[in-house]
């Protein structure tokens, strides 16, 4: 019968699609806490995927219904929180988990809690186009390696950094299984992947640029019955369908004519694998929000890294390299001694120069002191001399003052003879008195006192 108007069939289709793609996926065992879907709402055309931020889990081979998975759920699992909980014709259920640990925990615990309650052949596993996507994000490709370094040396230069490396395989030719110069590295999570793309690989002296896996939004289709969302392996039909005609041949038996298109998927005129398809077009905007809802919020560093800089990429503790630091370390050295050599001498040339200088300053002082020390010395002795001569002038006053009393006193009481030889005989000390007044010359004080003298002595002249 043809399907009703108003999209039953269409509703019918979409609900054998969604079955074909839940039975289409495989089991995946994943370890607690190993994957992490970001929190915030994709930007999806579709209510059901902007609903849901974490992936949904498949849960099939179990004989309850809704009610009962609940109960089960409520009694074993009561800390974990689930958003909604639905169930298709086939008996398969799906469920969202509101958050990661609920996530991890019905992934990892719920298989065996429902192993002891009698489903012995139940099966929990992420859809094959979410897994897929999360397994992209820890692929990288490394391109022209040469082919001499095999695969165990590029994994122990990646252990070596500190990366955690699941898989490195170096690619082959489809035709005759040559080995390519492409590296395909699988890592254990993206960040890691992601640390690796930023700074490249670096095999002992040899650096090579990598390259993240590229999410593929191409819409998968089967080459048989020409739907959506399986392949060939996996389609139930086994009916080869036309892509120019839709009928049950194959291509190059298709006796239509050449200007005669007809899509089998939604009835347009074009080939059922032209991507002006409407459904292909649909499936494409579909994969593209699967990848934006799940696909990790860190993304790949584009920027080409620095090579030259030793903060990304340090030296390697090889044999090279030391024997490279140990000569430069030992050139600063010999640089340093040659430095500090020329310096001291440079210094002590320099210390004997400025000694000279101030040695013959010094002795310059010395000669002109003692210059001054002898002139001052000389102005000492005359002036003792000075003195000495006043000392010995006043001395003769006094002895011609004595003298001349002692003749007048002679004069008033005349002498014998005797007395007269006695009193000629003091007469020559004059000429003597005479000769050191012209002789000797002393300073303006010593003058004037010897004038006042003779001045004196003059009056007492006159007087006798």
Known sequence: MPPKKGGGGTKVRDRSRDLNKARQSTPVIIGPQSIKYPTTQPTTTSAKQSKFSIAPLILEGVKLNKLQLNDILKQHLQEIRISDIQLNRAGIFTLYAADVSSFNRLLNDFTSILVANGQSTAKIYVPRSIQRIKDTEKVAFVKRVDLEIPENRITDALKDVGLKVENVIRLTTRERNNPTTTIKITFNDPDNRNTFVHTGLQVDSMHFNAEPATQNVKPVQCFI??????????????????????????????????????????????????????????????????????????????????????????????????????????IIEEL???????????????????????????????????????ASTKDTDDSDSDDDNETQIITNKKNEKQQQKDTTKQIKNPPTTTNNTTTKQPSKPKATTKTTTKRIRSPNTSMESLTTDIKDLKTNNNVD
């Open 336 to 374: 340093i001694n040659v430095l500090t050599s020329k310096m001291e001498k440079i210094i002590e040339e320099t210390s004997i120069r400025l000694f000279k200088t101030l040695n013959k300053k010094i002795q310059k002082i010395e000669k002109y002191l003692s210059s001054l020390e002898i």
């Open 225 to 330: 019955c020409l739907k959506y969302n399986h392949v060939a392996k996996y389609c139930k039909t086994k009916q080869q369908a036309c892509s120019r005609c839709g009928d049950n041949h194959q291509l190059d038996k298709c006796s239509c004519p050449a200007d005669v298109l007809k899509c089998c998927n939604c009835q347009g005129n074009h080939l059922a694998t032209s991507q002006e398809c409407p459904q292909y077009q649909e499936q494409e905007k579909r994969m593209k929000s699967l990848v934006n809802q799940y696909s990790s919020t860190r993304k790949p560093t584009t920027v080409a890294p620095a090579i030259h800089c030793l903060d990304q990429f340090p030296l390697l503790p090889n044999s090279q390299h030391q024997q490279i630091g140990s000569l430069q370390n030992g």
